[in-house]
């Protein structure tokens, strides 16, 4: 009775889900030509009705990063003196959210070990820079091939939330050091996130960002580029594509996402009722089926998402004061998003099966060094919008 029950749920669930993309895809908005043209100005001056907007300052400045002592003493006394919530439930992993005996043992590694210097100094080994596009300040890496190639093309790396320019920085010395094709590497942090200056103004999504790394790439001498991202960086760089398909030579994401069309819903849904029917392969009918599942799955699993996208300034003002908080925040989503079956585990063994406390910590610090936070969450309010949303996703 129970599985039967749980079918028709699902099956009246998919059934809603399919009508309903189907009348969004058709309602078909269109995407304002303020996405693809003219200026825009995200500076913190503010602009009377008709009166022209600021021009930017195009200069080009070298940037070191030097976080000031008092900030990591600040850090050090706050982690010496933390309040931790009540012990999790026994066997329930992070299923309640970030496993408090876990959450111990990234505390005590922070507080002992780490050394935010050492890594400070690993960034700032590569070349950074600063410059101002529509009103704000954008940081980027930009590294040129260290040796001479017959090919080299310039390639444009976007990082997402939670994560940071550190995320490519192994990846930089493959890029660059290729003698037939070699890459000229340039990762800027995302408006709001690291050393990036924030919008002062509303409005600032994944498509403007787009808009505005074009402009970037313009100004370093890159009519055609090649753009890679995950995270917020893929649908910018889908973005990219849509807004300049004569400069993008190559997008590449490591989270991609198609179109969303009438067939697909349909299939969908049918695959629900005959997956073997409907589908190709035992591949790919375990990769959807059963949908129920996956749809549970991102139910539980994008809470967060909820919240940047509806109050990112209220959860900013719990993250901004606590690096306890900030650090349960952003590595519940490394530890279940790497694996989801790191959501039975009540230590950080899932969080250091991919990664070493150090890489995650330097992510975590650069959130919390440069109080961005709030900044950074705001991308997902912005995006989470009518046009962002049926641009990106949705067939014309």
Not at 217 to 226: A, C, K
Not at 233 to 243: D, F, Y
Not at 249 to 268: D, E, N, Q, R
Not at 361 to 366: A, E, F, R, S
Request: charged share 20%; proline share 6%.
């Amino acid at each position: 009775m129970g599985n039967n029950n749980k079918f028709v749920n699902a099956l009246l669930v998919s059934g809603a889900v399919v009508i309903g993309l189907y009348f969004y895809s058709n309602m078909d908005p269109g995407l304002p030509d303020e996405y693809r043209f003219g200026d825009h100005y995200w500076g913190g001056k503010k602009v009377k009705p008709g009166e022209a907007i600021p021009k930017d300052d195009e200069s080009i400045r070298k940037f070191s990063i030097s976080v000031p002592d008092a900030v990591l003493t600040d850090l050090k006394d706050r982690l010496s003196r933390v309040r931790y919530p009540a012990p999790s439930i026994a066997d329930t992993g992070f299923e309640y959210g970030f496993n408090t005996k876990a959450l111990k043992q990234v505390i005590d590694y922070w507080s002992s070990k780490y050394d935010w210097r050492k890594h400070e100094k690993e960034i700032n080994s590569f070349p950074h820079f600063k410059t101002q596009i529509e009103g704000i300040d954008i940081h980027y890496i930009h590294v040129k091939p260290s040796k001479p190639a017959k090919d080299v093309k310039p390639i444009l790396l976007v990082h997402g939330w939670g994560s940071s320019v550190y995320d490519y920085l192994k990846v930089i010395p493959l890029l660059t050091s290729n003698s037939s094709v070699a890459f000229e590497v340039i990762i800027p942090s995302l408006p709001g996130h690291g050393w990036s200056e924030t919008a002062h103004k509303p409005g600032l999504n994944v498509i403007h960002i787009a808009r505005i790394y074009a402009k970037l790439m313009t100004r370093l001498g890159h009519e055609y580029y090649i753009i890679s991202g995950g995270d917020w960086g893929q649908p910018i760089g889908k973005a990219s594509a849509v807004l300049f398909p004569n400069r993008i030579i190559g997008f590449h994401a490591t989270m991609p996402t198609a179109k969303i069309t009438l067939y697909s819903c349909v299939k969908v849904f049918f695959g629900m009722i005959f997956p073997g029917h409907v589908y190709d392969t035992a591949a790919d009918v375990e990769k959807i089926h059963p949908i129920w599942d996956k749809i549970t799955f991102l139910f539980k699993e994008t809470g967060y998402f909820h919240v940047q996208a509806t109050k990112p300034d209220t959860i900013g003002a719990a993250l901004s004061d606590s690096p306890v908080g900030l650090a349960a925040w952003i590595l519940e989503r490394y530890a279940i998003f790497t694996d989801e079956e790191n959501i039975k585990k009540d230590d950080i063994s899932g969080l250091t099966k991919k990664f070493t406390m150090d890489q995650l910590l330097t992510n975590v610090m650069i959130y919390w060094v440069t109080n961005t936070a709030s900044s950074s969450a705001r991308i997902f309010k912005e995006s989470f919008n009518y046009h962002v949303l049926y641009e990106l996703h949705f067939e014309k």
